[in-house]
C-alpha cells in the first residue's frame, strides 16, 4: 500500500508565524501536491513537484513556498501565516491516473 | 481554472434508499476520478474513468461516465450508513495534466445515511 504521511493531523499557529508541512511518501512517485480543502470549495492545488527541486504553480500559491530536496519529501512553507490561511491542508502522490493523499493538516491560525 | 460543479451539495437520506449525485463540467475530461472522503482522513480514489459511455460498478456503487465525457454521475443501491461522507469527483483535462497527476476537484457531495 502506497504510504503519504503528514507529519501533524493538527497545528495552531500565530499570525505572522512561518508554518512548515511536512509530507513524506514511501512509494518513489515522482509528483507530489499540496491542495487545501474548504467548506464549499473543494481541493484546490497550491503547488506542485514532478521531480527533485522542480516546482509548479498551482491555482493558489499565494503566501505559500514549496521545498522538495528529496524525492520523497515535500515541504510546505507558510512565509507569514495568516488567519484565511486556516484551512485543512492534504498532501498527495500520483501515478497513472490516480492521486494518493495523506491523511490531512488541520491548521488554525490565531 | 477548470470548473468541476457537484450537485446535491448535501445529502441526508435513510438506510436503503437509493442515491445519485452527479458531477458537471463545461470542458471535456481526459479521466476522471470518484473519491470518498471521511472526516479527518484524506479523500481515497473508488474508481477512474476513461472512456466515454463507460460504465463501472463497485459493490452498491454505480459509476457512469457521460458519452460526451463532460459529466459522471455516482449511483449507490441501498445506501448503508458506511457509505456517509464526502464524495469527490476529480478530472484531469489534457493529457499533460494527466501526465503530472494534476487533477482538479469539485466541492463535493456531503452524504449522509441514517440508520
Known amino acids: 500500500d502506497v504510504k503519504v504521511t503528514q507529519s501533524s493531523r493538527y497545528l495552531v499557529k500565530r499570525t505572522g508565524e512561518k508554518v512548515f508541512l511536512e509530507c513524506v511518501q514511501d512509494?518513489?512517485?515522482?509528483?507530489m501536491f499540496w491542495y487545501r480543502q474548504d467548506p464549499g470549495l473543494g481541493l484546490r492545488l497550491i503547488y506542485f513537484s514532478y521531480d527533485v527541486k522542480m516546482k509548479e504553480k498551482g491555482d493558489i500559491p499565494e503566501g505559500y513556498s514549496v521545498s522538495r530536496e528529496k524525492k520523497e519529501r515535500f515541504s510546505l512553507i507558510l512565509e507569514s501565516a495568516s488567519t484565511n490561511q486556516t484551512s485543512m491542508y492534504l498532501c498527495?502522490?500520483?501515478?497513472?491516473?490516480?492521486?494518493?493523499f495523506g491523511q490531512g493538516t488541520r491548521l488554525t491560525v490565531v | 481554472t477548470q470548473l468541476l460543479e457537484q450537485s446535491p451539495q448535501f445529502l441526508s437520506i435513510q438506510e436503503g434508499e437509493n442515491l445519485t449525485v452527479y458531477c458537471n463540467s463545461s470542458s471535456v475530461f481526459s479521466s476522471l476520478q470518484w473519491y470518498r472522503q471521511e472526516p479527518g482522513e484524506g479523500p481515497v480514489l473508488l474508481v477512474t474513468?476513461?472512456?466515454?459511455?463507460e460504465v463501472k460498478k463497485l459493490k452498491r456503487l454505480t459509476f457512469q461516465f457521460g458519452d460526451a465525457r463532460k459529466d459522471s454521475s455516482l449511483h449507490i443501491t441501498a445506501a448503508q450508513p458506511g457509505d456517509t461522507g464526502l464524495y469527490l469527483c476529480a478530472g484531469a483535462f489534457s493529457p499533460q495534466d494527466w501526465d503530472f497527476n494534476k487533477f482538479y476537484f469539485g466541492s463535493g457531495t456531503k452524504l449522509n445515511v441514517k440508520p
Open positions: 498527495a502522490t500520483g501515478r497513472g491516473t490516480e492521486a494518493f
Open positions: 512509494m518513489d512517485h515522482e509528483n
Open positions: 474513468v476513461v472512456t466515454g459511455g
